[in-house]
């Protein structure tokens, strides 16, 4: 299910991105594992359309395995998201042309069964199509890091609760950092989780592993079993430590696993971002408790509490004016608070620089 809430946000995904800047649609990005759907929206063998970096791609199983191919027939320029899958191939609902899970036109029906085919009757596939974590990812050209890793997602010990997928008029770089940032916890989020005189960032080391790093710190929140229970309101105020782990995977995943030892729970978060275009990103957030029992009213009432607290952070990110980090580090102000974001633009800086030898620059 996807939220297609309204927002009083302001647009301003026409605006042209600076130089310099990381938007949805950074040609770097093409570089990347990128989510596009969960696993159940594809009904049968597709096809599904998804658009990805201000592309459309049609994703369907062909022979059996998945693939992602150009959503334009190369006739006459027909989504072949409107077509079907027929005899392992995708048929173009307008002419008939057949393509092969390489793209490849394998069959146009008006030449006959003779009839040579030209490379440009191919439609383009995408270079990588997986599932994985219970997502569809797509890789448009040859990946510079792997796919993430979440441990909770196959331990029998934790309960899946996924969020419904929403669209936030935001980057996804923007909502990255926005799960990665530790300054702004005790003033968005006080209606949720935040202790409110838990404003002072500690000292915290940030760990780098290629594109991506890691980060343990430990501060005081509400309690996890209070802070969205039907509890009084007293208890709702409690207050306990917490130790936060973070692992950055480029482009835009977020890794979070939070440990309350009062408590014995372990909440962890994945946070899978899909840049649509310049203006707007799909997130297919899921949590793994090993606090509650796998019953529909423990699930619903967790996923409930997330989606408050994503709320908090979506009302802010919404009105960002620009949809897109600067990677230049002197655009903004930093203080030692925000090494972990700052780490996060030094890793899409390098993404970039090695997506783009040949000039180094972002082109946009």
């Given at each position: 299910m996807t939220d297609i809430t309204e927002t009083s946000a302001p647009i301003t995904s026409t605006d042209v991105t600076p130089a310099g800047w990381l938007d949805n649609e950074h040609p770097a990005l093409r570089r990347g594992w990128h989510p596009v759907a969960r696993v159940d929206e594809l009904a049968g063998d597709g096809p599904l359309p998804v658009r990805l970096l201000g592309e459309d791609w049609c994703v369907a199983r062909l022979d059996g395995r998945l693939a992602a191919l150009r959503d334009t027939?190369?006739?006459?320029?027909?989504?072949?998201?409107?077509?079907?899958?027929?005899?392992?191939?995708?048929?173009?609902?307008?002419?008939?042309?057949?393509?092969?899970?390489?793209?490849?036109?394998?069959?146009?029906?008006?030449?006959?069964?003779?009839?040579?085919?030209?490379?440009?009757?191919?439609?383009g596939a995408a270079w990588g199509v997986t599932e994985h974590l219970g997502l569809i990812w797509i890789a448009p050209d040859e990946p510079l890091v792997d796919l993430p890793v979440v441990p909770e997602h196959d331990d029998p010990l934790f309960v899946h609760c996924p969020l419904p997928v929403v669209e936030w008029r935001a980057s996804a770089a923007q909502m990255a950092d926005n799960f990665l940032d530790l300054g702004h916890l005790a003033f968005l989020h006080l209606?949720?989780?935040?202790?409110?005189?838990?404003?002072?960032?500690?000292?915290?080391?940030?760990?780098?592993?290629?594109?991506?790093?890691?980060?343990?710190?430990?501060?005081?929140?509400?309690?996890?079993?209070?802070?969205?229970?039907?509890?009084?309101?007293?208890?709702?105020?409690?207050t306990v430590e917490r130790e936060s782990y973070?692992?950055?995977?480029?482009?835009?995943?977020?890794?979070?696993?939070?440990?309350?030892?009062?408590?014995?729970?372990?909440?962890?978060?994945?946070?899978?971002?899909?840049?649509?275009?310049?203006?707007?990103?799909?997130?297919?957030?899921?949590?793994?408790?090993?606090?509650?029992?796998?019953?529909?009213?423990?699930?619903?009432?967790?996923?409930?509490?997330q989606m408050a607290v994503a709320a908090e952070d979506r009302a802010i990110l919404e009105r960002l004016r620009r949809k897109a980090v600067p990677l230049d580090p002197t655009v903004e102000f930093h203080s030692r608070a925000d090494r972990i974001t700052l780490e996060m633009r030094r890793v899409l800086r390098e993404l970039v620089d090695v997506a783009e030898p040949t000039t180094g620059k972002d082109p946009t």
């Open positions: 027939c190369p006739h006459r320029l027909a989504p072949l998201s409107l077509g079907a899958v027929v005899d392992g191939s995708l048929q173009c609902a307008y002419h008939g042309y057949r393509f092969d899970g390489a793209g490849r036109c394998v069959e146009i029906p008006a030449l006959g069964r003779d009839g040579a085919i030209p490379s440009r009757a191919n439609c209606a949720t989780f935040a202790d409110p005189a838990d404003v002072l960032v500690g000292d915290y080391d940030v760990e780098r592993d290629g594109f991506g790093f890691s980060v343990r710190y430990r501060h005081r929140t509400k309690a996890l079993a209070d802070s969205h229970a039907e509890s009084d309101p007293e208890e709702r105020h409690r973070w692992i950055f995977t480029a482009p835009h995943h977020v890794y979070l696993r939070l440990s309350y030892p009062d408590e014995e729970a372990v909440l962890t978060i994945s946070f899978c971002h899909q840049p649509v275009d310049r203006g707007r990103t799909r997130v297919f957030v899921t949590d793994y408790r090993n606090d509650i029992a796998d019953t529909p009213d423990d699930v619903e009432d967790a996923v409930s509490f």
